[in-house]
């Protein structure tokens, strides 16, 4: 009998093998199935929970920080003169275009307004400014230059905030100044109104609406009778 090659041998026994292995079926490949849009996986609800917290808390410190300040708003509105907080704010405002103003804006303006050197400042104006109503009662004190004066000391006046030009009583010491020499006849017209007014004056009898309309009667009365008053 003849004898096989081993090269034909071994041929012949892969091709039973490969035909086994053809014939064996197949498994069905995994199919992944598709997540819904509302599942989530554990560490994504982890992570929405954990930001939740955050959310909260960061929300229930901004509305105690929040009550904070407003408590100190409110603490500084009432320890400083209300013309000077309202002044103090106008200028913050002014100064950075912006209608919000920081407490610590406001404290360091407040601070500066407090300073020795503007202390200083305020008691010379104060000074000057209550020296200014002595010089109406000289004689030779012109009327014109007297208020034209009075316009340049009341600017600084408004400037430091100072009380003699503040209610009912610097728009009097204005009308007594005015009618010691000036015009006496003038200034008890306007101590009446004031009188008739129970000192609750309409928003337009100011002390610088008293100053303009004092300066445009003198005037006038200056054209009509130049031989009364000093000229």
């Given at each position: 009998?003849?004898?096989?090659?081993?090269?034909?041998?071994t041929r012949a026994t892969r091709?039973?093998?490969?035909?086994?292995?053809?014939?064996?079926?197949?498994?069905?490949?995994?199919?992944?199935?598709?997540?819904?849009?509302?599942?989530?996986?554990?560490?994504?609800?982890?992570?929405?929970?954990?930001?939740?917290?955050?959310?909260?808390?960061?929300?229930?410190?901004?509305?105690?920080?929040?009550?904070?300040?407003?408590?100190?708003?409110?603490?500084?509105?009432?320890?400083?003169?209300?013309?000077?907080?309202?002044?103090?704010?106008?200028?913050?405002?002014?100064?950075?275009?912006?209608?919000?103003?920081?407490?610590?804006?406001?404290?360091?303006?407040?601070?500066?307004?407090?300073?020795?050197?503007?202390?200083?400042?305020?008691?010379?104006?104060?000074?000057?400014?209550?020296?200014?109503?002595?010089?109406a009662k000289l004689a030779n004190?012109?009327?014109?230059?007297?208020?034209?004066?009075?316009?340049?000391?009341?600017?600084?006046?408004?400037?430091?905030?100072?009380?003699?030009?503040?209610?009912?009583?610097?728009?009097?010491?204005?009308?007594?100044?005015?009618?010691?020499?000036?015009?006496?006849?003038?200034?008890?017209?306007?101590?009446?109104?004031?009188?008739?007014?129970?000192?609750?004056?309409?928003?337009?009898f100011t002390l610088k609406s008293?100053?303009?309309?004092?300066?445009?009667?003198?005037?006038?009365?200056?054209?009509?009778?130049?031989?009364?008053?000093?000229?």
């Amino acid at each position: 009998m003849p004898r096989m090659s081993t090269r034909a041998s071994t041929r012949a026994t892969r091709v039973p093998l490969r035909a086994k292995r053809a014939s064996e079926p197949h498994a069905p490949p995994e199919t992944r199935q598709a997540r819904t849009p509302g599942e989530q996986t554990p560490t994504m609800l982890e992570a929405v929970q954990f930001y939740d917290v955050i959310h909260q808390e960061a929300c229930r410190k901004y509305k105690t920080e929040e009550a904070k300040q407003t408590v100190i708003y409110k603490w500084i509105a009432s320890t400083v003169n209300p013309s000077l907080h309202q002044s103090t704010l106008e200028q913050i405002r002014k100064e950075t275009g912006k209608r919000e103003v920081s407490l610590r804006k406001i404290a360091k303006t407040l601070k500066g307004s407090f300073s020795p050197g503007m202390m200083i400042m305020t008691a010379e104006i104060s000074t000057v400014y209550v020296n200014h109503w002595a010089e109406a009662k000289l004689a030779n004190t012109h009327p014109d230059k007297w208020v034209e004066k009075w316009y340049t000391v009341y600017q600084k006046a408004k400037t430091y905030d100072i009380n003699e030009i503040k209610g009912p009583n610097a728009i009097r010491d204005f009308i007594h100044a005015v009618g010691t020499q000036f015009d006496p006849t003038w200034a008890r017209a306007k101590l009446v109104k004031m009188i008739e007014h129970n000192d609750n004056l309409p928003t337009d009898f100011t002390l610088k609406s008293i100053a303009d309309e004092f300066m445009r009667y003198h005037k006038a009365t200056k054209m009509f009778e130049p031989s009364m008053g000093i000229q």
